[in-house]
């Protein structure tokens, strides 16, 4: 069986991957999103199955042969080859072509040939609101911290003043720097959010772990920092957080795998805290997660845990 | 309080709204435009639940109405039209998130709820779900999809196998059952293959849509009636006041639980 990697493959993720994918001895067909002119992709029904086949160079692959598949591209618009193109251009057209035949078999292979994908767009798509993962969250078994998201400027002070301060961040999935709310300094500021609803959470203090799933097994890291956002430790006090390996209880590990089957996230990221009340609290779970600083800073094996995934060794 | 929620120019959601008021039901309707202007929008979550506030002014607050018909396809960002694109951009993934959250936990009966994917509900890719309808035992044409997501290849794809007598029609799925399946028959001229009802209600169930309504294409030749496609903003009106009882018949159901 092949395996399959549709990403850049100078992009750390999918470069630890292929170095892993390698050292089993795999030759994966490699997508690279910029070298679309090179790539066809060739997929349809026939009695109602999939079939098909793809391209890459002189190398074609049957799409039954394909075991398991890597998705983390990236869109037409935004391969550096195809800026400011114009979306009926000729090069665009076939950029766009070959992605989006490759989201439609990747969206119906799992179910079509029982391929591994790790993992769907569809899928990824839950992150896109973090209020809305969290009610996921809340059924997967983990608590999550007391939220408002609200446009109403004094719905926002009441709720900062009830939990004795508050974080804010972005509601979509669009990353933003988690900061602690300053009601006197904020004051005006406030006002803004009557034009789009911002998401205030409770502080919840503990120690933060990233838990890296990756089918049935887990890999996680302790998070040693006082910054409100780890990963941006340095520029929010002054130093970088460091990351150890930790062993999760059993429970909580199969609360992580449960989570992530259920999201259809095969290989995900979820954000947890052990808080110093006892709860485990979930912030949210990253559906592509960018897994190399916890990788080569605490010494997990991810990369090889993913390639032996991709190509059913796990 | 029934809320009909869907874009500016849904007729369908229109006509929805008017027989709901004409058989003497409460109704709101609720554009996007109207839901961007929103005076207070509020949700919470945590350890008691979820529970969500929209304060729309003079056409009321939606807090938790007995159905909710939701057609909306774009986030509510009429405020934001003239802002800088960066801005307008932002906006709209963060309204996009918010109008998901909140549609997802309404209490009540809601058809549809929202996906990831598409606000208005079930949106699974065109050739994810020509394999999901295969699975369920529906006759599905050979096909290639064509660039982007449109469902046409696979209607395309069933008319040019089908006979040349071949009928296009189009069916109303409410919680996997096929409304009015009489007055389908009836306006195609041919009886449904046994199994062809129970074959819809595995495949909405399989793409999430066993609470849900949508609409199913079908191409119809010789006896045999071909999957061609699915949306989550079926043609109300052509299911008629068939469908009307039926929303209708959904809050009883709640209130009876």
Redesign the interface.
Known sequence: MSVLVWGVPTESPVELLLGALSRHGADPVVLHPRRFLEQHV?????????RGSIRVGDRTTDVGDIGGVYVRPIEPELVPELRGVAADDPAM?RA??GF??L???T??AP??LGCRVASRL?AM??N?????Q??LV?RGGF??????????PD?ARAFVDAHHGAIYK?????RSIVSVVDLDRDAERLGLIR???VQFQEIVRGRDVRVHVVGDEVYAAIVDSSATDYRYARAQVGEDATLAPYTLPDDVAERCVRLARDLDLPFAGVDLLLADDGRVVCFEVNPSPGYPWYETAAGLPISDALARWLLRAA | MFVVLCDLDDSAALWLDSRFRELGQTSVLVTSGLLSF?R????????DG?RATVDLGDAGVIDEPALVVNRLLSPPTA??QWAQPGERD??G??????T??WL??LPGAVRNRP???CLAGPS?????A??????AGL???????G???STLWLLEAAVRSAAPAARVDHLVVLDGRIVDAGGVERRVGARMPEGFPAGIARFADAVGASEGLIGIDVVVAEGRWWFAGMTPLPDLMLAGDALVQDLIALDARVVTR
Do not use: N
């Open positions: 060739d997929v349809g029904l026939a009695g109602g199955e999939l057209l766009r072509a989006d035949a989201m439609a078999f969206e119906a179910d079509a569809s798509a839950s896109m609101s973090k209020p809305y969290a009610q809340q608590d999550t911290p007391e939220t408002v998201v609200t446009d109403d719905e972005s509601v979509s999935g669009v034009w789009c609803p | 929103a207070r929008r509020s949700q919470w979550i945590g350890r979820t405020a934001w932002y906006a993934a963060e309204l996009t998130a918010f998901l959250s997802a936990a996906t990831p994917t699974p890719h065109p050739l994810h020509a394999v999901v309808a295969h699975r006759d599905v044409p050979d096909a290639e999809p660039v982007g997501s």
